[in-house]
């Protein structure tokens, strides 16, 4: 089991950025995040295949956010900006061995999650 560990969750004020950071224990077909907000279902965010070094975006996410990362470090970041309230929320960090998806359930690894908090 390939273990996530997140960081870089805070509290920030609207029009702020923020990068946040995942490390996994080991090797993955990708890596990428979700988020969590209060009352919401947990909705993709982006997601890295480091076999083609694509990345992908959930739906309105691509204009705040960007997905980066280093294969041979096994790390992934996610560069916010502009950051609203709406963006409140637990962020995790996820991995697979085989494959992705823009579901929860196409990701078999996750971290505990990092929270960030945009303050209006």
């Known amino acids: 089991q390939v273990q996530l560990v997140e960081s870089g969750g805070e509290l920030v004020q609207a029009g702020d950025s923020l990068r946040l950071s995942c490390t996994a224990s080991g090797r993955t077909f990708g890596m990428g995040w979700f988020r969590q907000s209060p009352g919401k279902e947990r909705e993709f965010v982006s997601a890295i295949i480091w076999i083609t070094g694509n990345t992908y975006y959930g739906e309105f996410m691509k204009d705040q956010f960007t997905i980066s990362g280093d294969n041979a470090e096994k790390t992934i970041f996610l560069q916010m900006t502009n950051l609203k309230p709406d963006d409140t929320g637990v962020y995790f960090c996820?991995?697979?061995?085989?494959?992705?998806?823009?579901?929860?359930?196409?990701?078999?690894?996750w971290g505990q999650g990092t929270q960030v908090t945009v303050s209006s």
């Open positions: 996820v991995g697979d061995p085989s494959g992705w998806g823009r579901r929860a359930v196409n990701w078999d690894y």
